[in-house]
């Protein structure tokens, strides 16, 4: 035991010597190289001499990076993460200038600028040096992620005695549909993917989302156990008056509440768990990324925490930043290239969205990725994150596009750097991979027609529309509706509708899926009532050949769906075969009827059209890869599984919901002993007890010899 703490004493220490030489060496390169960076009096100096200052500097860069870098990062949590990202280069340059002014005799002199420069390259090949090193032993690359994460575990379990359960890793790819996976497990986009299916060692199970096809609804559902009154991505509440987002703070806050008082659980992950980059946090202990804790303020806002974990090693800093940057220039070059093309469809890459790329595909996923390794580390029974950069790409150029291809290429670099490091953890984990929804491409509604759906309902409630939209030929068939309905002219700038003045419709967009609601009425319309307010709305709507069908409340039958040339079938009488749902496949009639009992579904849903041949659909957002609603890819994600686990259904069996996908995860949590979900109320379901701060040790940077160096 003695000899073996001197041999990896001694192989710890020469691992510090080469990277510090490798410091220095590029210290003395970039010394050359920039006029404005000297290692040297203005006398100039031997090599020796201008070696041993370069080590000096080296040297005390290394020890202020490792002792006042965490310190500088979270004095910064509360800057926004994107800011983070931007500001690291800076305060790195920073330390390097102080650490010159460190030298003897101040022979080490750098502009401001430079520093920045130099700063960056140095902690690159640190970085690059120390986990070239450290992975080609396989003890020295355990030992080197230990140091980066659990060390509260770590005194929790001095002896290091495994945990005699298996861990179970739950990795969402958001957005990735069933055929999407295979396609690339097939064509070798994804080789570590397509190993698992064609070893045997895993099974594919495509599942059907519900009518809310969006990660809202169905994590809120996996998490949870409930996604009830979910009808969309937003929606009107009347009874508050409030716009319900699912990707803002305090609405991720709000469903959570409300999921956790219906089911009277806390979530998947109650007991000793830990949710990652997701929406919701499932009742982890551990929780970093997560939405619904980040509308809470202050040093202890969990939300940012993680972003301190990974941004504390300055080389994570630079290798993101330079990722981030590189990945702007990638969509910059590849939209301009589309521009070029004039390929279609197509919607607008510009303002913000290159940097909101940038953040979606390189920090969440480098922070998300470095906390589950963290998590694995430290054995933890349960693990959920979010990967969300195939969603975020797709959306913009396509679900199959080469953009969203090479996404999926990177995407599977983590997976298989993960796969790599469950073999270092302290307890065996069983790994499995699903998404929440996939997408279905198409044009935009508005590209092909002219007008957006909030045009369309307004013209066909009589009231004002811009000119482009008057002039399209949906908005002239929409208001000569209108006047064949009042039998008078529609007078431009005033509402058309019957009984006095009412308040505009609010019209809200959640993909292909529409929703409309009549914020002046405290209750859910019904056809009639609407009818009798805006006598030519349903009708233009129903008979759109861009619009697929409606769901109103009837008077007469409950609810009703409407469809062209006046086709009108209750809910209760839907079918999945013939009638306005048979294009929509199996479970849409089910799907609708769910929806239409929710307490908050809008007055009017509206699903666009869908192209069976194509599998396209039109989005009411500029997405040309969308979900939403139902139609196509955007209802079929996947969940892969090792057949160490049970079946998630018998033979013949469908998996349908996220609810349904909630019962499979807890069963397969309950078959490795892992964290079981009360079935009785927790003490606090909205209170801190359910986020503790998470341990920003228990966070481990990604070896940077298996990363992707270019984001």
Known sequence: MAGGRWRRAASQGWRSLTVWAASTLTMMILAGLLPDFQLQSDDGDSLTRVALTAASAAGAFAVLSALVWPLLVRALLLVPALVLGLVVFFLNGALLLFALKLVPENRGEVGPETA?????????????TGGALAVRDDDAYRRRLYRLAARRRRRDDEAGVCPPTPGTLFLQLDGVGHEVLRRMARDDVMPTVGGWLHDGGHRLTPWRTDWSSQTGASQLGILHGSNEDVPAFRWYEKDTGEIQVSNRPTSAAELQRRAIERTGDGGLLTVDGASRGNLFSGGAEQVALVLSVAARRGKENRSRAGYFAYFSDPANAVRTALSFFAEVGREIGQSTHALIRKR????????????IRAFATVVERDVVVAAVIGDMLAGRSAVYADLVAYDEVAHHSGPFSRDAVKVLERLDRSLALLAKVAEHAPRPYRIVILSDHGQSPGETFRSRYGLTLQDLVRAGSGLPVPRRARHTRSGAEARSAVRAALHRPVEEGKGAGHGGKHSEPVVLASGNLGLISFPDVPHRMSKEEIDARHPALLATLANHPGIGFLLVRSEEHGGVVLAAQGTEVPV?????????????????ADAVRRTHSFPHTADIMVNSMYDPLEGEVLAFEEQIGSHGGL???QGRPFLLSPLTLSEPVADGAELVGAEQ???????????SHGPQVPLSPPPVPADDSLHRDPDPASFAAAPHDTRDKTG
Do not use: I, K, N
């Not at 209760?572 to 294009?583: F, K, M, S, V, Y």
């Not at 499979?664 to 309950?670: D, E, F, I, Q, S």
């Open 116 to 128: 920045v420069v130099v700063a960056a390259v140095m902690s690159a090949v640190a970085s690059a």
């Open 631 to 633: 139609g196509g890819a």
């Open 344 to 355: 279609r469809p197509r919607v607008s890459r510009g303002g913000l969205y290159p940097f």
């Open 661 to 671: 996908v909630h019962h499979v995860l807890r069963r397969w949590l309950r078959e």
């Open 572 to 588: 209760a009488e839907l079918t999945d075969g013939p009638g306005p749902l048979a294009d929509f496949g199996p479970g849409a």
